[in-house]
């Protein structure tokens, strides 16, 4: 079947052969065949009867990344079905937009679909994949639904989604190795990303979620266990606007929260959760604060750090939730002249020993920040309410009081400290194999006194990667052709200072301490890229390699071919020599061949040419070596030997 002009009767039936729409079509239900291939054209405009499918079984292609765009929408007021890839089929949808459908792309377990550089309008649901999936530069516009969802992803890499308007924005269950890079969410009525059954090796990146203050309750992103446990969870660079709450946790594992910020939400925080929780380098300011409590029948442990909370509260909501380190949170006030100042105070209360500090933080002049209070007995919390500190500056020192139960301890009670070393912040990379990674120690380590004067010292490394250093840059570089998972250890080193409380004087003293030296572990996942297969040479079946000259097909274009002499009237094979950088068994096929030709592919790389009976006419044809996503066309030009014949 092809497409040409318009074309009212309708595609329908089963594609069994290689097949192409093309210009202006109307199509029902179709059924792509296993080893067969629907070719989309570009600039293509099709339109889908009342609940029209399209069954893949074998490889659909939509589009180009470079030619106009193919639009697939409705051929009536009623809309189409959607396009299904099966067990066996293969999606590929580039610089496509797909409208007024039931569902836009749905694939079965087994099957892939890969979407770039796409939109998604007028639908009831946008892509649905249970099978392997990636999505590039895809824009869901008014989904009635989720816009898209994802099923146990494992190795999936999601990218550049753009969410305006729908039920739910991105909704994926159980994932493993699962990295989404980059999500602008709005117009959202229920929640801007979902994960639910926990995540393991999760990366969320670069996502916002906006509201715009008609679309309460709405939830920025919710990380739901429901019987799954959160694993090398990474949430970085997560912003939420104008939001019922910015961020919403339930479950049982290990979560990291880096970079986030929560404007204008009517929570920033709200965690429900058995395990530990990391919160790094944030800025918080909600109308309602943040709040914490634990699981059963488990106990939450808050790592709280480098963060801006304004003036709002933090709230922990039970015995069994505390923050185990709560270390340069900076609430905002100026002292008597009207400057800012920053002091990292350490706080350790009552029945808790030394070198288990409870609150450290930057504080500025007369502010106060709400924390939970707790009393020991061994490792036993026999007290709990909450107290008050309070910050005042004043001959050139900092003063500190405590208050709880109206009872005022002095400094003997606190053990401050000021410039703590730099500490590592967890750290995932994944890298295209045919990309790099460029950046600074500053990318790896967090300096809570903000000097930045960290000395990069050594830096070690995995295999399939190479990494150099100048000064405090760092390059990483995959090998050629390798991918999968390494890791880099790198070691910084940290001047830095101490504050310690005087037991009979009410102020503190700085004194300085000598440096340390940090260390962070970095995981490397080289990401697969498709490589092309490399044509070496072709030979005769003895091994004699064929020559190459340049030789004019027509119409002004010149090719290089490579030169086969044959006997006339003598069939001759050939063996076609060749390597696939990704290590994929390569074919070979016939692309297109002059009239008199007689050309077989015999299996394998080999081909045998058979001149026309009694004549030395040559030929020149071109042939295909393929792997599973290239084609490599090459030339062959036969030049036949006369013989003489007998009488």
């Known amino acids: 079947m092809r497409g040409e002009g318009t074309r009212d009767v309708p595609f329908s039936g089963l594609i069994d052969s290689d097949t192409t729409w093309a210009g202006n079509f109307h199509f029902a239900n179709v059924t792509v065949a296993p080893g067969a291939t629907l070719t989309i054209a570009s600039g293509s405009v099709g339109h889908g009867l009342p609940g029209a499918r399209i069954y893949v079984e074998g490889a659909l292609i939509a589009g180009n990344d470079s030619g106009p765009p193919v639009y697939l929408g409705n051929a009536s007021s009623s809309p189409w079905g959607y396009i299904q890839v099966n067990s066996t089929g293969r999606a590929v949808v580039r610089n496509t937009y797909i409208s007024n459908s039931t569902i836009a792309l749905y694939s079965y377990p087994g099957g892939s679909m890969e979407v770039r550089n796409s939109s998604i309008k007028f639908v009831e649901k946008g892509l649905l994949s249970q099978g392997h999936m990636r999505a590039e ?98 949430v970085d660079y997560f912003r939420s606007e104008f939001l019922t709450a910015g961020l919403q946790i339930v479950g049982v594992g290990t979560i990291h929260i880096n970079r986030t910020f929560s404007l204008h939400c009517g929570m920033d925080l709200n965690v429900t959760f058995s395990g530990r929780l990391y919160a790094n380098r944030s800025y918080m300011n909600s109308y309602g604060g943040s709040y914490f409590r634990h699981l059963p029948p488990g106990r939450c442990d808050v790592f709280y750090y480098d963060s801006y909370a304004d003036s709002r509260r933090i709230h922990t909501e039970d015995e069994l939730t505390t923050f185990t380190a709560l270390r340069n949170i900076t609430v905002g006030a100026l002292d008597q002249m009207g400057r800012s100042i920053s002091f990292n105070l350490t706080v350790v209360p009552y029945g808790f020993p030394p070198e288990d500090p409870f609150f450290e933080g930057y504080v500025k002049d007369s502010v106060k920040l709400w924390l939970p209070l707790f009393s020991k007995q061994g490792s036993q919390i026999v007290y709990y309410q909450p107290y008050n500190f309070t910050f005042t500056s004043g001959g050139g020192y900092l003063h500190v009081t405590i208050e709880t139960a109206g009872t005022s301890w002095w400094k003997h009670h606190l053990y401050p400290t000021m410039n703590l070393p730099a500490y590592s912040n967890i750290n995932i990379l994944e890298i295209e194999e045919d990309g790099l990674w460029r950046g600074t120690v500053e990318d790896f380590f967090t300096d809570p006194d903000g000097v930045g004067n960290l000395t990069l010292l050594s830096a070690e490394w995995g295999e399939g990667i190479n990494v150099t250093t100048e000064g405090e840059n760092i390059t990483i570089k995959p090998q050629r052709n390798w991918h999968g998972e390494s890791w880099v250890t790198i070691t910084v080193r940290d001047e830095y200072w101490n504050l310690s409380a005087l037991e009979e004087e009410d102020y503190i003293e700085i004194c300085p301490v000598e440096g340390v030296n940090t260390t962070s572990n970095i995981t490397v996942t080289v990401l697969p890229s498709p490589d092309p297969p490399v044509l070496l040479n072709v030979t005769y079946l003895n091994g004699t390699p064929l020559g190459k000259r340049m030789v004019s097909i027509g119409g002004g274009e010149v090719v290089t071919a490579w030169i086969a002499s044959v006997l006339e009237d003598t069939p001759e094979e050939f063996i076609v020599r060749a390597e696939d950088p990704d290590g994929e068994e390569l074919t070979l096929e016939l692309s297109r061949g002059e009239e008199g030709e007689a050309v077989e592919i015999v299996g394998g790389l080999a081909f045998t040419f058979t001149p026309p009976e009694n004549s030395t006419e040559g030929g020149l044809i071109r042939l295909n070596l393929t792997d599973s996503v290239y084609r490599v066309p090459f030339w062959v030009l036969f030049e036949v030997i006369a013989v003489n014949d007998p009488p």
């Open 137 to 234: 530069g895809v824009t869901f516009e008014e989904v009635q639904e989720d816009a898209l969802t994802i099923y146990s992803p494992e190795n999936v890499v999601v990218r550049d989604i753009t969410v305006i308007g729908s039920r739910r924005g991105i909704v994926v269950e159980r994932p493993i190795n699962f990295t989404l890079d980059g999500a602008d969410i709005s117009e959202v009525k229920d929640v801007g990303v979902l994960i639910s059954g926990g995540g393991r090796g999760v990366l969320l990146k670069g996502v916002r979620v906006r509201g715009n203050g008609t679309n309460y309750p709405t939830i920025g992103m919710q990380l739901l266990g429901g019987g799954g446990v959160f694993s090398d969870f990474l």
